[in-house]
């Protein structure tokens, strides 16, 4: 059985290169604006509510000329106490259209995630699998229906 983390985003270029990183990221930035279109001027904490799913948390964490870093998370209540779970942190590169997963925190609950992301491994392959997931993340969560506006 393969972990979503697994599964390669299509494209030309050879994945788990360089190349095929950075065009992960092209693709992570396109999929961050369809969820959230007003990503260049949004500031503050925001919910994505869709029937029968679970609600997104994103939060601006810091704007900077050229960048937008954020949270993106759903909260479940586990032992009397909020738990965020997928707990990504998200850098996006605004000058140049590229969007990448800065930290997967390892308290994740889905064991087999949190084995494949433990571990030490070259950085490039850190990399790739944390944006794998991101990318298929936001694949669902706009195929769900999530989407961030402004109040």
């Known amino acids: 059985m393969l972990l979503d983390c697994q599964i390669v985003p299509q494209t030309?270029?050879?994945?788990?290169?360089?190349?095929?990183?950075?065009a992960l990221y092209e693709s992570n930035y396109l999929r961050l604006l369809y969820?959230?279109?007003?990503?260049?001027?949004?500031?503050?904490?925001?919910?994505?509510r869709v029937a029968g799913e679970c609600d997104l948390y994103v939060e601006?964490?810091?704007?900077?000329?050229?960048?937008?870093?954020?949270s993106m998370t759903y909260l479940f209540v586990s032992a009397g106490k909020d738990v965020?779970?997928?707990?990504?942190?998200?850098?996006?590169y605004l000058d140049g259209q590229l969007a990448e997963s800065m930290s997967l925190y390892d308290h994740q609950?889905?064991?087999?995630?949190h084995r494949q992301l433990q571990g030490s491994r070259p950085e490039l392959h850190v990399r790739w699998q944390r944006n794998v997931v991101l990318n298929k993340w936001l694949e669902y969560?706009?195929?769900q229906g999530h989407l961030v506006l402004d109040r």
């Open 12 to 22: 030309i270029i050879k994945p788990k290169s360089f190349a095929g990183l950075m």
């Open 35 to 48: 969820l959230i279109p007003e990503l260049e001027r949004l500031d503050g904490c925001y919910r994505s």
């Open 60 to 70: 601006i964490l810091e704007r900077c000329r050229y960048t937008v870093t954020l």
């Open 84 to 92: 965020a779970d997928p707990d990504l942190t998200v850098r996006a």
């Open 109 to 113: 609950r889905q064991g087999g995630l």
């Open 141 to 143: 969560l706009t195929d």
